[in-house]
């Protein structure tokens, strides 16, 4: 069975939480597994990722936290499983997370998988733990090799499933997922798709992130740089077969990064001619 599902972030102001409400609400009615909600760096939007987890619980649907390591305690991320267990949450996205600037020191986790360790030696298996993949390798491992390595450790360490960064190159996951089977990984890995809306913030997000943006797709969004209809036409062409490519090459469902917007996700789903709640 595939899975389907929707990231957001959490809103800083009440208008945003407002919108999120009805973004949430319309995106609910598509049935996904589970929608994630992203967590600052060093935790800094811990308690709005905390309240819009608990409003999603509330609201029906199943609410997956992502939970960081980075610049945070043991005891903190204790209280955190804590209070996410006693609120019927039973899934995390556990993530190294980013370095917030001015920050000394690493704390008492440094990576992923140690999280992911730490998480299953506190609480067995409460929690279905969604990882990290990067097809095009994190931009901070050495090589793709190593970064495999670095995967490995985090299923090895107990992750039920990951969810890829985003990516318009489906060699690059069909490459990936070939070297996990050579290296005995078996879990579910899914596609994150990421819809093309805005050209300048998507491409200083991927330069970030190092998520590539092939040439023909770079030059042709350059082109429609004035012309916003055409971008998202085009952009929306381009993530459609993308979707289309990795659902009949068996990719085993697809996470949707929403942007807390609902129109691009929705107009993939319609175009992918996905299914909905009966």
């Known amino acids: 069975m595939r899975t389907y599902s929707f990231e957001f972030f959490p809103p800083k102001t009440p208008t945003g939480v407002e919108k999120l ?31 819009t987890v608990l409003d999603i619980q509330k609201s029906g649907s ?16 204790k209280e955190l499983l ?42 067995g298996n409460h929690f279905n733990i969604e990882v990290a ?17 670095n995967f490995k450790r985090k299923v090895d360490a107990g992750a039920d499933s990951a969810i890829t960064q985003y ?6 996951y069909y490459s990936f997922m070939d070297n996990c089977q050579k290296m005995n990984i078996d879990i579910p890995i899914i596609p994150g798709i990421m819809p093309i809306i805005n050209y300048e913030n998507l491409a200083r997000f991927s330069n970030a992130c190092g998520a590539e943006i092939p040439r023909w797709i770079a030059k042709q969004l350059e082109a429609y740089a004035d012309d916003v209809d055409s971008l998202k036409a085009f ?44």
């Open 21 to 51: 409400v009805n973004v949430r609400q319309t995106l609910a009615k598509l049935d996904p597994a589970f929608f994630s909600v992203t967590f600052g760096a060093g935790g800094s939007t811990r308690d709005r990722t905390l309240e």
């Open 62 to 77: 199943e609410a997956a936290p992502h939970i960081s390591c980075i610049a945070s305690s043991k005891d903190e991320i």
């Open 82 to 123: 804590t209070n996410y267990k006693e609120n019927d949450i039973n899934r995390l996205v556990a993530l190294r997370g980013d370095i917030p600037s001015g920050t000394q020191g690493m704390g008492e986790l440094a990576f992923a998988n140690d999280l992911v360790s730490f998480i299953r030696e506190e609480t």
């Open 133 to 149: 993949a990067y097809p095009e390798f994190h931009p901070q491992a050495k090589n793709a090799h190593d970064d495999l390595l």
């Open 167 to 172: 990516f318009y190159n489906p060699d690059a």
């Open 235 to 278: 952009g929306l062409d381009v993530v459609t077969q993308l979707c289309d490519d990795l659902l009949n090459a068996d990719a085993p469902g697809l996470h949707f990064y929403t942007m807390n917007q609902i129109e691009p996700t929705l107009s993939l789903w319609n175009n992918l001619r996905l299914p909905r709640k009966q």
